[in-house]
């Protein structure tokens, strides 16, 4: 019940509700107030993705867990009753549904989505060991190429639908439009990076401190205050700030949190070093919620908003999976290495358990906590003092296989910069300047 429940028709919900989202705004605000709403839009989503753990742990930890899906249907019923006081977009009763574009579309974006949640698993090219291959090699890169030819293929069909005449789930000329892919390309890196955030920070305070849902809640509520106070203020108070610069300041904040992060990390550092990481973070993410929105949208006809809301919602799922997956097999490999090499060069462990752990743990170690590991360790009947050993090893492995997870988003972070020119210099709506744009 839960696989239909929660993962089969929330994702349907979430599906049809966030290109609806995109369209309603658009025909609720004026092309003025657009980066704000879009802004208090996109950090709803971010805040929500911060606050989750701590919402979730009071439930679990104070109450059930079935609570959780209660808040859910609460929050469901609010929003069908305040839906009422906006205005709806004119529905198009010709519109028919395009089956076959919905089915290859789904298809391809599933395809090439697996294949980077399993890259870290069965590798990305070359199979890792005891993982499948196909031709030689890893299945991950044939999901991949199989899912790009079949969007592809979507997009030449709905190139022939437009020739016919027929209604189409997006148009492909509009793909050619350099505001609005400088403006997907963005929310691409954003939620790359935000996702490769969320899922090693909570890492570090859960697994490696051992702190509780809830605790680790608190921790990443910095991000989340930051977060509303630039989505909400950068439009508010900067009204006519050129949104390449305030994307291009975003990023950099990000950069700058993954850097002092990285920096912080060591052997017995607390949950306070994120602190300054999560406030910059938030920022980061704040700016570009307050932009990016606005940009897609304006970068098309108001009535291609429906479109453009798909497209978006796309980039940035496909950004989020790539985020997690790449954040995730990036720390399996750095800490199967580290700790590898760790355990050969240290001399309290036994050579017939660094023979062993050679062939065992090549194919990646989980990252697990001292106290599960140390369990571990006595129900397999290891020596306290070899044990004492093992656990040293996994601890700085810990943190290596965090830093260079880190620093592979700190490496994306930079590339967002660069790839940020194609966002215009002037707000939408704005009055054009009297020379060219820059």
Same mark, same amino acid.
């Given at each position: 019940?839960?696989?239909?429940?929660?993962?089969?028709?929330?994702?349907?919900?979430?599906?049809?509700?966030? =290109?609806?989202?995109?369209?309603?705004?658009?025909?609720?605000?004026?092309?003025?107030?657009?980066?704000?709403?879009?802004?208090?839009?996109?950090?709803?989503?971010?805040?929500?993705?911060?606050?989750?753990?701590?919402?979730?742990?009071?439930?679990?930890?104070?109450?059930?867990?079935?609570?959780?899906?209660?808040?859910?249907?609460?929050?469901?019923?609010?929003?069908?009753?305040?839906?009422?006081?906006?205005?709806?977009?004119?529905?198009?009763?010709?519109?028919?549904?395009?089956?076959?574009?919905?089915?290859?579309?789904?298809?391809?974006?599933?395809?090439?989505?697996?294949?980077?949640?399993?890259?870290?698993?069965?590798?990305?090219?070359?199979?890792?060991?005891?993982?499948?291959?196909?031709?030689?090699?890893?299945?991950?890169?044939?999901?991949?190429?199989?899912?790009?030819?079949?969007?592809?293929?979507?997009?030449?069909?709905?190139?022939?639908?437009?020739?016919?005449?027929?209604?189409?789930?997006?148009?492909?000329?509009?793909?050619?439009?350099?505001?609005?892919?400088?403006?997907?390309?963005?929310?691409?890196?954003?939620?790359?990076?935000?996702?490769?955030?969320?899922?090693?920070?909570?890492?570090?305070?859960?697994?490696?401190?051992?702190?509780?849902?809830?605790?680790?809640?608190?921790?990443?509520? =910095?991000?989340?205050?930051?977060?509303?106070?630039?989505?909400?203020?950068?439009?508010?108070?900067?009204?006519?700030?050129?949104?390449?610069?305030?994307?291009?300041?975003?990023?950099?904040?990000?950069?700058?949190?993954?850097?002092?992060?990285?920096?912080?990390?060591?052997?017995?550092?607390?949950?306070?070093?994120?602190?300054?990481?999560?406030?910059?973070?938030?920022?980061?993410?704040?700016?570009?919620?307050?932009?990016?929105?606005?940009?897609?949208?304006?970068?098309? =006809?108001?009535?291609?908003?429906?479109?453009?809301?798909?497209?978006?919602?796309?980039?940035?799922?496909?950004?989020?999976?790539?985020?997690?997956?790449?954040?995730?097999?990036?720390?399996?490999?750095?800490?199967?290495?580290?700790?590898?090499?760790?355990?050969?060069?240290?001399?309290?462990?036994?050579?017939?358990?660094?023979?062993?752990?050679?062939?065992?743990?090549?194919?990646?170690?989980?990252?697990?906590?001292?106290?599960?590991?140390?369990?571990?360790?006595?129900?397999?009947?290891?020596?306290?003092?070899?044990?004492?050993?093992?656990?040293?090893?996994?601890?700085?492995?810990?943190?290596?296989?965090?830093?260079?997870?880190?620093?592979?988003?700190?490496?994306?972070?930079?590339?967002?910069?660069?790839?940020?020119?194609?966002?215009?210099?002037?707000?939408?709506?704005?009055?054009?300047?009297?020379?060219?744009?820059?």
């Amino acid at each position: 019940m839960l696989l239909i429940g929660w993962s089969l028709l929330e994702g349907i919900g979430a599906a049809l509700i966030m =290109p609806a989202v995109v369209a309603l705004v658009a025909s609720n605000f004026g092309r003025a107030d657009r980066p704000r709403a879009y802004g208090l839009v996109a950090s709803a989503g971010a805040i929500a993705v911060a606050a989750g753990p701590l919402i979730g742990g009071l439930f679990t930890t104070y109450a059930s867990w079935r609570w959780v899906f209660v808040g859910e249907v609460l929050v469901v019923l609010i929003i069908l009753a305040l839906a009422r006081r906006m205005d709806d977009t004119p529905a198009d009763k010709t519109a028919r549904m395009d089956i076959v574009g919905t089915v290859l579309s789904a298809l391809g974006l599933a395809l090439v989505v697996f294949g980077v949640l399993r890259s870290g698993t069965w590798g990305l090219i070359l199979p890792k060991p005891n993982a499948p291959e196909i031709l030689g090699l890893s299945p991950v890169i044939w999901l991949i190429l199989i899912g790009g030819c079949v969007l592809a293929g979507f997009l030449g069909w709905e190139r022939r639908r437009l020739g016919r005449g027929e209604g189409v789930l997006i148009d492909p000329a509009m793909l050619n439009n350099k505001l609005l892919r400088g403006g997907l390309v963005s929310f691409f890196f954003q939620y790359l990076l935000q996702a490769g955030l969320f899922f090693a920070v909570p890492l570090f305070l859960s697994v490696a401190l051992g702190l509780s849902a809830i605790a680790t809640g608190v921790q990443l509520l =910095p991000l989340s205050i930051t977060l509303l106070l630039a989505a909400a203020g950068v439009p508010k108070v900067f009204p006519n700030a050129s949104p390449r610069r305030v994307v291009r300041v975003g990023f950099l904040s990000l950069l700058a949190s993954l850097v002092i992060l990285i920096a912080l990390l060591d052997l017995g550092a607390g949950p306070e070093i994120i602190t300054w990481p999560m406030l910059l973070a938030g920022l980061g993410i704040g700016a570009l919620a307050s932009q990016l929105g606005a940009i897609t949208v304006s970068a098309v =006809p108001d009535e291609q908003s429906g479109e453009v809301g798909g497209l978006q919602n796309t980039v940035t799922n496909l950004g989020a999976s790539i985020g997690t997956a790449l954040a995730g097999a990036v720390l399996i490999s750095a800490l199967t290495g580290s700790f590898i090499a760790g355990i050969q060069d240290n001399p309290g462990i036994p050579e017939e358990v660094k023979s062993n752990a050679q062939v065992e743990l090549g194919n990646g170690i989980p990252f697990i906590s001292d106290t599960d590991l140390r369990k571990a360790l006595e129900d397999a009947g290891v020596p306290a003092a070899e044990a004492d050993a093992i656990v040293e090893e996994n601890e700085q492995s810990r943190l290596d296989g965090l830093r260079a997870s880190l620093s592979v988003l700190a490496i994306f972070a930079i590339l967002a910069f660069v790839f940020a020119s194609g966002i215009p210099t002037r707000q939408p709506g704005a009055a054009p300047p009297t020379g060219s744009d820059a």
